[in-house]
């Protein structure tokens, strides 16, 4: 079965510091794949996706995130964070042609002033 | 645009009650409709999904049901919950093109006591 893994459970960084959350998957064929996140209080929303063409796709909020089909990753990054990234971000992947949303367990960062 | 509604936010029920949760669409017509749970420190699993009225994938066996009694509502439901069910609840939905963007609504708190 298809799975997602998101290595990082919890991260914590000061303000401006990079950052860089990893996520593999294991599936071989085409995928669609996401990041969201989810704000304390708010909705899960769509951070970026990635369905064709340029392997590296910006989000929002200056995200950035690089799908490597060699290594199966598709790790997200943002060059200077904000306490107000402070978030739970979750990887999700889509096989291709299927309704199914296979979701990591998700990372949480603190980022502190 | 879309909208998508889940109410209540909150519910706390007794062991052994029934449940019902329901989720509206608007904005859109024919939508793909999913029900996730959101369990402390796991990622969402997908429960359910629906491609139209009257069709129901289950994904996960337990003692939760869903139903889709109009095109853009989607109602999960259960005959006697179990400690085991409590949990966030999010509803999504996606345009029926396959693999496309699942976009949440704000979910449901349920504790069962």
């Known amino acids: 079965a298809q799975s997602v893994s998101q290595h990082n459970h919890h991260v914590i960084l000061s303000e401006a510091a990079s950052l860089e959350l990893g996520c593999n998957y294991s599936?071989?064929?085409?995928?669609?794949l996401f990041w969201y996140v989810q704000y304390p209080g708010q909705h899960l929303q769509l951070l970026l996706k990635y369905f064709s063409g340029d392997p590296l796709v910006k989000g929002i909020k200056g995200f950035e995130a690089e799908f490597i089909k060699s290594k199966f990753s598709f790790n997200l990054r943002k060059p200077s964070v904000q306490w107000s990234d402070t978030a739970e971000y979750f990887c999700?992947?889509?096989?291709?042609?299927?309704?199914?949303?296979?979701f990591g367990t998700g990372t949480r960062l603190q980022v502190f002033p | 645009s879309q909208t998508i509604h889940q109410w209540p936010a909150t519910l706390v029920q007794p062991v052994g009650s029934p449940l019902s949760l329901e989720c509206t669409v608007e904005g859109t017509s024919n939508p793909n409709l999913y029900w996730y749970r959101q369990a402390a420190g796991r990622g969402l699993q997908l429960l359910f999904y629906?491609?139209?009225?009257?069709?129901i994938s289950s994904e996960v066996p337990q003692n939760l049901s869903a139903s889709r009694p109009q095109d853009r509502q989607f109602i999960l439901s259960s005959k006697k919950l179990l400690l085991s069910d409590s949990g966030f609840y999010l509803c999504?939905?996606?345009?029926?093109?396959?693999?496309?963007?699942?976009?949440f609504g704000p979910g449901t708190r349920l504790t069962v006591l």
């Open positions: 999700a992947v889509i096989v291709y042609n299927t309704d199914k949303l296979i």
């Open positions: 999504a939905w996606s345009a029926t093109r396959a693999g496309d963007t699942q976009y």
């Open positions: 629906s491609v139209g009225i009257g069709q």
């Open positions: 599936y071989g064929g085409t995928v669609n």
